[in-house]
């Protein structure tokens, strides 16, 4: 996942991307990946959808996924930004092959 390069102000629009890969031996009819930030603090974390996407990934295919975000403060002077792939844990794990699901990046967001 790429962050933004310098702090962010509140509400300002953020670029978020991700790079989900199907490393399963199977092709991918529908796969989620969401987009979160973290509301909370690092050791209470309370995640909050930015947004969802829907795509289908042939066996070994990577796509790049992004969505723009208003910057929202958290508990801590930053906030951590997540990615996920199958957030709900829609694929069977026999499918999964040992992947990765979460990518995360801190954003400084300034009043």
Not at 23 to 40: E, I, M, P
Not at 57 to 78: D, H, N, P
Not at 82 to 100: G, L, M, R, S
Request: net charge positive.
């Amino acid at each position: 996942m790429k962050p933004p390069q310098a702090g962010s102000s509140e509400n300002q629009q953020i670029k978020l991307t991700g790079i989900i890969q199907n490393r399963s031996n199977v092709d991918l009819d529908s796969v989620k990946a969401g987009f979160y930030y973290n509301s909370g603090t690092q050791n209470k974390i309370n995640l909050v959808l930015i947004e969802k996407k829907l795509l289908a990934l042939k066996k070994g295919e990577e796509k790049t996924v992004s969505c723009v975000w208003r910057a929202k403060k958290s508990a801590e002077y930053w906030t951590d930004a997540y990615f996920i792939a199958d957030p709900d844990n829609a694929i069977k794990e026999e499918v999964e092959n040992a992947a990765f699901h979460e990518a995360r990046a801190s954003v400084i967001v300034k009043k």
